[in-house]
């Protein structure tokens, strides 16, 4: 064969290799506005600014202004921490071991990057005059999921939006957090949602709170949950949470998995299983 013959052949050899390499790499991952290293940095090392009353809420949260290189970003700052062994009577629901701390903020968002869900704020531990607690990232919503239902805004996609209600649902059942309602349930004018206030969450409880909840599943989670182990939640999360919760919280991702299983063996998995 001709020289320059074998260097063509080489050459498209090459590129063939090349094109077939990059066809089987995994997919960049999406950029996020309210996730990821640079934003915990920010919140983790930015000079803080102003401080005021956030609001609404019982917590007793203040809005921080927080900057860094140039960059300004709001944050929430939550320093409550309450723990009452034994029994509480909140209303007509009895809780043992009661909690409602900033130390559970964290973890939420921790295991919402683990899982992938995307919906959680970056949250980081800040100490701030002398006080610690979680400082999360502020986020901008067009309204929040009561807001939305009392104005009948309607999404351009109603089954993608609900797709996106089931995973809250699914994330709330995981980390047993028995405090969502519709004004902590942020919804942007894109219709994506954002997820706040989780001070009481990781109940050291085995069972689902309310299982009838789940009925549909989301294939991305479903691959996830399984890849949650108590070592590496440990390491991750066992500054904020004691055993039980996690082992607890590994017991209710079992039965989410079983739960699973079991409405794909009776509806079949078309009915059951979304992306």
């Not at 077939?20 to 934003?39: E, K, M, N, R």
């Not at 797709?163 to 994330?171: D, G, I, S, W």
């Not at 009776?266 to 992306?275: F, L, Q, S």
Request: charged share 25%; with cysteine.
């Amino acid at each position: 064969m001709l020289p320059h013959r074998r260097f063509a052949v080489a050459l498209a050899a090459a590129l063939l290799i090349s094109l077939t390499l990059l066809a089987q790499a995994p997919a960049p991952a999406p950029v996020s506005d309210i996730q990821g290293d640079t934003l915990e940095q920010l919140l983790a090392k930015g000079r803080i600014g102003r401080m005021r009353d956030a609001g609404s809420g019982v917590t007793l949260s203040q809005r921080v202004t927080i900057e860094q290189n140039g960059v300004t970003q709001d944050a929430l700052f939550k320093t409550i921490d309450v723990y009452r062994p034994g029994m509480t009577q909140l209303g007509s629901i009895a809780e043992v071991d009661f909690q409602d701390s900033w130390q559970t903020e964290v973890p939420a968002y921790v295991i919402d990057r683990m899982l992938g869900l995307g919906m959680v704020p970056a949250t980081v531990e800040r100490m701030i005059s002398g006080k610690r607690g979680s400082l999360q990232l502020w986020v901008t919503s067009m309204t929040t999921e009561d807001g939305r239902r009392k104005r009948e805004l309607t999404p351009p996609d109603q089954e993608t939006f609900n797709q996106l209600l089931l995973k809250l649902r699914l994330f709330d059942q995981l980390i047993c957090n028995v405090d969502r309602h519709l004004n902590n349930i942020l919804v942007t004018k894109d219709f994506e949602l954002r997820l706040i206030d989780h001070s009481r969450a990781f109940r050291p409880v085995n069972e689902l709170r309310n299982p009838e909840q789940l009925t549909r599943f989301s294939k991305g989670l479903l691959d996830a949950l399984p890849k949650l182990e108590f070592q590496d939640l440990k390491k991750r999360v066992g500054r904020y949470l004691v055993d039980r919760q996690i082992n607890a919280m590994l017991k209710r991702r079992d039965a989410i998995l079983a739960l699973a299983k079991m409405h794909v063996a009776a509806r079949g998995e078309a009915a059951v299983i979304y992306p």
